[in-house]
């Protein structure tokens, strides 16, 4: 688990992007939203749980039952995983992004977690 506390600049993006993904708009927009909140939450239990209720909440509004039932699973494996240290970085947290497969960090939010003294892994 992440003992080091969400560097301020890291949670300012992370409460926009979060605020973004629960506003009403375009559903892409929400999504994309989600998406870089959850790359930006998955070394913070709390806060990666959080992402993936949201996301639960974006599949039920899509009606997609794909994608409601992958964020179920991830919704039950976050906090433990965060937890652990075992979460694949730079995952959007869709359920078609695979449960563990690693993916390119974008470069505004690789720099916001090296701020806040994660390492992204090779």
């Known amino acids: 688990m992440s003992r ?3 560097s301020q600049p890291l949670h300012a993006a ?3 992007e979060m605020a973004t993904a ?3 708009g375009p559903m892409p927009e929400r999504w994309r939203a989600a998406e870089r ?3 930006l939450s998955q070394p913070w ?3 990666h749980t959080r992402t993936h209720a949201v996301m639960l909440r974006l599949a039920v509004r899509d009606r997609d039952l794909r994608e409601v039932l992958g964020q179920l699973v991830r919704l039950a494996v976050a906090y433990p995983g965060s937890a652990a ?3 694949p970085d ?3 947290g869709r359920t078609r992004a695979g449960l563990t497969t690693p993916m390119p960090v974008p470069d505004d939010l690789a720099a916001l977690l090296a701020g806040a003294g994660i390492a992204l892994r090779p």
Do not use: D, E, Q
Request: hydrophobic share 45%; glycine share 10%.
């Open 22 to 24: 629960l506003a009403s």
């Open 4 to 6: 080091v506390p969400m």
């Open 85 to 87: 240290g075992k979460y």
């Open 37 to 39: 909140a959850h790359i």
């Open 45 to 47: 239990p709390r806060a």
């Open 14 to 16: 992370f409460t926009v």
């Open 90 to 92: 730079g995952n959007t």
